[in-house]
């Protein structure tokens, strides 16, 4: 139980406001972290499409050069060398047919076999190192490379499929990974690859973001149009890789995240509750305060010095008990004043009582039996009584200019009456 309640309140308005503001931060944090992520991934798998692609370029044109002056020098057995090094028929790829011929439709522009085999190595080695998937499509709309097992739709589909997979030996011996040749068309694939690859054919680059249902990750797509010398598309080049990492890291730094915020939230608390206290501090003082001049005490004072609400209310307090001081001395003097004043009243109320019961007593017992000397007495309780009279009258006046709305009527003063009297009172 606290004890002081404003300060628990204004604690739980402190935790309050920081976990509402704790709750935005996360959110936005996950937000920003996914999106940073996903953009940092569009932007270098966008990277490495053009990079293959121009390589991928630059092969063909390399080799167009090449077949080119082995034609005009003759050399024959170095072409023949060059398709048999391959180990393999080739796919049409790039305005070649499967037998190796050039396809009428590209143009006469027919490609050295040795260039397929560099093309495929690169695209395996893209896919080993980066572990993207690859799509290559001729300018008439052929998938005829992948590393990507043929799936229609992008369905799952079991590994033994068949096909035609080529596996080729790098320099040390090592195993590349398959790269598998067929016919798929460009429309065969899912819409969103079919826009992608059109774009490409238009000579335009382009990244995009998917979730797939089969991962439960989102992919990201990059195509990159694949150019000759002249810079005419000669096909398109897609990467695909599936965003695994997002959700490790995403945990990763949620979890950091929220350590730190666990951790801020603790001091912060604990500095809510202190400050709580210190904002509660000179309320407690104006309230002891307030309870000492209930209780009578008008000397105290919260001695409060703020430069806000609070520092006014404690100086309105410490004026207020200031003239509460100043308003219990003058009742005590008053009450002194009073004191005096009934017992001067009672002094001179029995001075002319007693004269009055004296001189009666004398009448009654015939004690004064002269006339002269029973006519002084009788003039003596008169007058005796007359002054009682006139005291009465004083003090019913005192009694009424208690009251503010006493009128006050000037009439004439008789001086003598009052030396009289002042000189009876000092007998």
């Known amino acids: 139980m606290f004890k002081s309640k404003i300060a628990a309140k204004l604690a739980a308005y402190f935790a309050l406001a920081i976990l509402v503001f704790a709750f935005v931060m996360a959110f936005s944090f996950g937000h ?4 940073n992520f996903i953009e940092r991934q569009q932007r270098s798998l966008a990277h490495r499409a053009a990079s293959v692609a121009a390589i991928m370029g630059d092969n063909l044109e390399r080799s167009r050069l090449r077949e080119a002056n082995e034609k005009n020098t003759g050399n024959a057995d170095a072409r023949a060398a060059n398709n048999a090094g391959s180990g393999t028929e080739t796919p049409a790829v790039f305005g070649q047919d499967a037998a190796g011929k050039a396809n009428p439709d590209s143009g006469g522009k027919a490609v050295n076999p040795a260039t397929l085999l560099r093309s495929r190595r690169l695209i395996a080695y893209v896919n080993i190192i980066t572990a993207d998937d690859v799509w290559v499509a001729n300018k008439d709309g052929e998938i005829v490379m992948r590393t990507h097992i043929p799936e229609g739709d992008m369905k799952e589909v079991p590994y033994n499929i068949r096909g ?7 320099p040390q011996g090592r195993d590349i990974p398959p790269v598998f040749e067929g016919t798929t068309t460009v429309n065969s694939l899912p819409q ?10 238009r000579g335009e680059s382009s990244v995009r973001e998917e979730f797939d249902k089969r991962i439960n990750e989102m992919m990201v797509l990059a195509a990159a149009p694949v150019y000759d010398k002249n810079g005419g598309v000669e096909g398109v080049l897609m990467l695909r890789v599936p965003v695994f990492g997002l959700r490790h890291a995403f945990y990763e730094a949620l979890e950091v995240f929220g350590g730190c915020l666990v951790l801020a939230l603790i001091l912060a608390l604990a500095t809510a509750w202190f400050l709580s206290l210190k904002f509660t501090r000179p309320l407690n003082k104006m309230k002891d305060t307030a309870e000492k001049l209930a209780a009578g005490d008008y000397t105290a004072r919260c001695f409060v010095q703020q430069n806000d609400e609070i520092g006014e209310l404690a100086a309105t307090l410490d004026s207020m008990a200031g003239k509460l001081e100043q308003a219990d001395r003058e009742t005590r003097k008053t009450e002194k004043l009073r004191k005096e004043f009934i017992a001067n009243i009672s002094h001179e109320l029995r001075t002319p009582v007693t004269v009055v019961r004296g001189s009666l007593e004398a009448l009654r017992d015939k004690v004064v039996t002269e006339p002269a000397d029973v006519e002084r007495y009788y003039d003596t309780m008169y007058s005796e009584t007359l002054f009682l009279q006139r005291l009465i009258n004083d003090l019913l006046d005192l009694s009424r200019l208690q009251n503010v709305d006493f009128p006050i009527e000037k009439e004439p003063l008789n001086f003598c009456e009052v030396v009289q009297g002042a000189v009876r009172s000092a007998r």
């Open 32 to 35: 920003f972290f996914r999106e």
């Open 164 to 170: 035609r997979v080529e596996h080729h030996n790098g």
């Open 192 to 201: 969103v690859y079919r826009d992608m690859f059109r774009k490409g054919f």
